[in-house]
């Protein structure tokens, strides 16, 4: 049975607690948030999705608004962390040394002397840590990387991301909107679309962004040694009449492969001869599955690797050259 905490119990919280209930031989035994209020099962909360949970049962489970005091208790072996970025190194580095295995919300940190204290940390306990990059794990993205590594359809030509949301007024405190906390939109929101290029491609030798001045509205092209191209965009200047978005659009020798989560059908597959198809999908979102990817590691199980540590800390580098890149308006190398 593993036995889970939650530590930061806003929308995010919710969202891991709905996942993790949803497993079994799985109990989430304990919840903190320094915030008693969030602790109430009536508490609402919103964000840029609606698939966190909006009905929360507290019976059998323990509520702190100490960490320390949740850690000491021993109630947990394993803790999902879905608090503010710049708490992410203290409270993994906290847990892991205290026998916990540890999800812990992407971004990794804010810089990568931070992911590489928590690399190092890991390491000495013997834990899993595992970063929420729950792109790499949603079924319609995953799937297109099948595709794509298949070959069957050739070589990518191009590919466009875009990612966008209204400003994110939610988080508590409005915390997402304090850059020394969140790292501003290119951290919080664009790292969605950039570390899935990353998992796609590989690094870049560097980067070309654009951004307006307070960096709520990025658009990046990523350079490659080919002359692939690719881009992505997002934003947090959209309207909240038109609420959140995700797309894109690649483009292969053979095929174009459409995404957009505002459509129906979302996803499609358009081949150069023939007709256009959705592929099968696995079940869930990239939440559900990258919550129990990290359960089955916990376990012990043969998991196919699909995101390290290292790879966590260069998608916050990757990120940052991006960030550079928008300053000095100037390509920056990666």
């Known amino acids: 049975m593993i036995r889970v905490g939650i530590v930061g119990f806003g929308f995010m919280g919710r969202m891991h607690y709905r996942c993790w209930k949803a497993l079994k031989d799985v109990t989430v035994t304990a ?7 969030s602790l109430k099962p009536s508490t609402t909360v919103t ?6 949970a909006d009905t929360i049962d507290l019976s059998g489970v323990r509520t702190f608004t100490s960490y320390d005091e949740m850690l000491s208790a021993k109630v947990t072996d394993t803790v999902s962390i879905t608090l503010p970025t710049n708490l992410h190194p203290d409270f ?8 916990q295995h540890v999800l812990c919300e992407k971004p990794m940190a804010l810089t990568t002397v931070e992911c590489d204290r928590m690399i190092d940390a890991a390491k000495k306990s013997d834990r899993v840590l595992q970063i929420g990059h ?7 993205y995953a799937k297109t990387r099948e595709i794509i590594l298949s070959g069957k359809h050739g070589k990518v030509l191009a590919a466009n991301f875009q990612r966008f949301s209204p400003m ?5 405190g409005n915390w997402l909107g304090d850059e020394k906390k969140s790292g501003g939109m290119p951290l919080d929101l664009h790292i969605h679309d950039t570390d899935f290029v990353h998992h796609l491609f590989g690094m870049p030798k560097s980067v070309m962004s654009v951004s307006d001045k307070a960096m709520s509205h990025i658009f990046t092209t990523f350079l490659y040694n080919d002359e692939t191209v690719i881009t992505a965009e997002a934003s947090w200047r959209v309207s909240p009449v038109l609420g959140f978005s995700m797309s894109f659009r690649i483009t292969l020798e053979k095929a174009t492969i459409i995404y957009d989560c505002t459509k129906t059908p979302a996803f499609l597959v358009y081949p150069f001869e023939g ?3 959705t592929p099968e999908l696995l079940a869930g979102d990239g939440y559900s599955r990258e919550v129990e990817h990290f359960a089955r590691r916990i376990r012990g199980e043969n998991v196919e690797e699909v995101l ?5 800390k ?3 580098r990757f990120v940052l050259a991006e960030k550079e890149s928008a300053l000095k308006r100037s390509i920056v190398g990666v």
Request: aromatic content about 10%; charged content about 20%.
């Open 31 to 37: 919840i903190c948030d320094a915030d008693a209020k």
């Open 47 to 52: 964000g840029n999705l609606s698939n966190a």
């Open 92 to 99: 993994t580095i906290k847990a892991l040394q205290s026998g």
């Open 134 to 140: 729950c792109i790499r794990f949603w079924p319609e």
């Open 168 to 172: 994110p007024a939610w988080s508590t």
């Open 275 to 277: 007709k256009a198809f």
């Open 308 to 312: 390290t540590l290292e790879q966590s």
């Open 314 to 316: 260069e998608t916050v």
